[in-house]
């Protein structure tokens, strides 16, 4: 299943998805809800979402794709996250300068890497980087295991479900 909130996004992802001869059902909403769907999953993936978000909803996807996957399931992250070098933190500016730097300065100072580790402090680090024109793009992977799935409580309000 995909989820993505735009629906040009969507349209895209299916037609490549199609053109590719696989099957997915897609969904338009944001990471926030993936714990919400009806269906559990043994990965939840998010490419260059987070950095584009305010920092309430980095914690809130990233906790919510980890209660979405069954225990053991695995939550994979590729997303601008701290810039190693000065190199990389200068050419990260052209994303700041896209995408506003409200919510992308926060990923630059490890916010990912933050989260990750309040959710598992054993986590580690990021399990690779790649350098690109416009900055490094970190590769997180969380193992959800049943006792830190049990740690998630689901928010206050919306369509969370009892982890399986």
Not at 118 to 134: V, Y
Request: hydrophobic residues 40%; charged residues 20%.
């Amino acid at each position: 299943m995909g989820l993505d909130p735009d629906p040009a996004a969507l349209k895209i992802a299916s037609a490549k998805a199609r053109a590719a001869g696989v099957e997915i059902e897609w969904r338009q909403g944001s990471a926030h809800e993936a714990d919400g769907l009806d269906c559990s999953f043994t990965k939840a993936v998010s490419s260059l979402v987070f950095h584009q978000v305010p920092m309430e909803e980095k914690k809130r996807g990233i906790a919510a794709m980890a209660r979405a996957v069954i225990p053991l399931g695995e939550v994979h992250i590729a997303d601008y996250a701290r810039q190693h070098s000065r190199l990389m933190r200068t050419l990260f500016r052209i994303v700041q300068h896209l995408d506003g730097f409200q919510n992308t300065e926060p990923n630059a100072s490890g916010a990912i890497e933050a989260i990750r580790a309040d959710l598992d402090p054993d986590s580690g680090s990021s399990s690779g980087t790649i350098r690109t024109l416009t900055g490094e793009i970190s590769l997180f992977r969380l193992q959800v295991t049943p006792a830190l799935q049990n740690s998630l409580a689901p928010p206050a309000t919306g369509g969370s479900r009892e982890p399986s």
